[in-house]
């Protein structure tokens, strides 16, 4: 935004043709630059704080065609020149503190204008000011007028006949102010919008303005008699622009329709892409063999790669214990992150019909490459994992979990606050469990040595690229406070470009998925 005096237009060049500084943040009062300016067409300084009363020959530019000194804080009267001008098409003064009355006639008794036959206005909007004193019947003179806005005034009178040589009058608000008297009969049947309402009127309603809604007449005008079958409902549109500005929105109109339907097309293919996604995954997970891990499946004895857990069946009977054993490690240099990966057996065992019971330990070679070997950590039997409806349902065949991961994590971890303090080391050794996974990673529940819990966000591959982009907008977030928000602790960078983590405390609860879908989700 702009900021500044606007008194700095005295030392502009004096070509300037078109100045729009619309919306910003500039002061002061308006210059005097009657002698400055001679090919000044369009003048637009709304929505600013300008003050003070504008110079009385502003008007008088030769060329001057559009002026816009809305929603500022100008006092004083109008200046009359503005209605004397035979180039001005478009004046909209609406919002301000201006004073005093419509200054068809002058604004002085000293001051007699000789209007020309015509006046070349077609926008005139005039409301939210404090104007007073008669609607003068000189409005007729305005024959190319289209919009004519007093709103939110305090001017009086009776409304002048004139208004019906209007011919080309589209829109006309005069509510919230003090006319009374009738309306005239012969308004112009060209009137689209059409808005007396919060005024002392009295008599009928003319018979070619009972097609407006009852809103264009109260409330207010107790006096005015309604006719019967009058619409209730406010169908009046939105005021209508003047034309300086009218191209303009019609192509903001356009482009905001196309970004909206592109923007719109995109969502719903997401949309789709991620039912489609979840439906399969959900079939997957009901066949005992989903490439995903969640909640139900496991409990880690460390962070691992999400990506590189997999599953695999075969025909050994059914089991409930989980557990993990250095008996059923793989060794092999064929495939490793760091050089060095684990891999990890499932022993699922099951009680057999007639009080027997069998367990099994699957350790084919053929079904993958070797893999060197380290420990695996045992999955607590009295973990709610194991009582899960889709844990029994996805261990419903032999299953055996193979992980992947670097011995420890050897990157930066970096705290937002001070409140807690612990090492990439101690991280890398706390138990992990899988609480699900969703298009930007996979999310677990890690204990540290100090029985804090975190729930950690381990980043998908390829979505984090900078890691100073990442610090900048992980920090962002973290300044987050709210109620219903948990704030981030720390995140971690490592040396592989799959090590990105975000950490947050652990906060006990189901997940929302399951407040809102609840046992379908079983």
Do not use: C
């Not at 004397?84 to 001051?111: K, M, R, Y």
């Not at 989903?290 to 025909?315: A, I, M, W, Y």
Request: aromatic share 8%; charged share 20%; proline share 6%.
């Amino acid at each position: 935004m702009i900021s500044g005096d606007i008194s700095i237009m005295q030392s502009w060049e004096a070509t300037l043709e078109v100045l729009d500084l619309s919306s910003n943040k500039l002061t002061g009062s308006f210059p005097n630059l009657t002698s400055q300016f001679e090919r000044l067409t369009t003048l637009k300084l709304g929505n600013n704080s300008l003050v003070g009363i504008l110079p009385s020959g502003l008007g008088a530019y030769s060329r001057l065609s559009a002026v816009d000194l809305s929603s500022n804080n100008l006092n004083g009267p109008i200046p009359s020149s503005f209605f004397t001008s035979t180039t001005l098409t478009s004046l909209n003064l609406s919002g301000n503190n201006f004073v005093g009355s419509i200054p068809f006639q002058g604004s002085h008794e000293s001051e007699l204008l000789v209007l020309p036959s015509y006046l070349p206005l077609e926008s005139l909007d005039l409301s939210r000011n404090f104007l007073t004193g008669n609607l003068p019947s000189d409005i007729g003179n305005m024959g190319r007028l289209k919009l004519l806005n007093l709103a939110k005034n305090s001017l009086s009178g009776e409304l002048p006949n004139e208004i019906s040589k209007l011919s080309d009058l589209e829109y006309l608000d005069l509510s919230s102010n003090n006319f009374r008297g009738e309306i005239p009969d012969k308004i112009p049947s060209s009137v689209k919008v059409f808005n007396v309402s919060h005024n002392d009127l009295s008599g009928h309603v003319p018979e070619n303005l009972r097609r407006f809604p009852m809103t264009s007449f109260r409330p207010g005008n107790e006096l005015l008699i309604l006719p019967e079958g009058m619409p209730a409902e406010n169908t009046i549109p939105g005021p209508i622009h003047d034309s300086g500005n009218h191209h303009s929105s019609k192509a903001s109109i356009r482009v905001a329709i196309i970004v909206a339907s592109v923007g719109a097309a995109v969502m719903i293919a997401f949309v789709l892409l991620a039912y489609y996604r979840a439906q399969l995954q959900d079939f997957h997970g009901r066949s005992g063999f989903s490439g995903q891990t969640s909640e139900r499946d496991v409990k880690l004895g460390r962070f691992t790669r999400p990506s590189l857990f997999k599953f695999h069946t075969n025909d050994e009977p059914p089991a409930t214990s989980l557990s993990f054993s250095n008996d059923h490690l793989l060794t092999s240099n064929s495939r490793s992150l760091s050089g060095q990966t684990e891999h990890v057996t499932e022993i699922i065992e099951h009680p057999l019909p007639g009080g027997a019971s069998a367990s099994s330990a699957s350790t084919n070679p053929n079904v993958l490459d070797n893999h060197p070997t380290t420990s695996g950590r045992k999955s607590s039997p009295g973990s709610p994992l194991s009582s899960s409806p889709r844990f029994i349902e996805a261990t419903e065949q032999h299953v055996r979990l193979d992980v992947y991961s670097p011995d420890r994590l050897a990157g930066e971890l970096f705290f937002l606050d001070g409140s807690l303090a612990f090492t990439a080391e101690e991280l890398s050794r706390a138990p992990a469990e899988v609480l699900g996974r969703s298009s930007h990673g996979t999310l677990y529940k890690a204990t540290l040595d100090s029985g804090h819990m975190l729930t950690v966000k381990w980043l998908r591959v390829g979505l984090v690229k900078h890691k100073k982009e990442f610090a900048k907008e992980v920090k962002r977030i973290g300044s987050i406070r709210h109620p219903n928000v948990v704030p981030l602790r720390a995140y971690y960078w490592g040396p592989r470009e799959q090590e990105r983590l975000v950490l947050a405390d652990y906060i006990q609860g189901d997940s929302l998925a399951l407040h809102l879908y609840g046992k379908s989700l079983n």
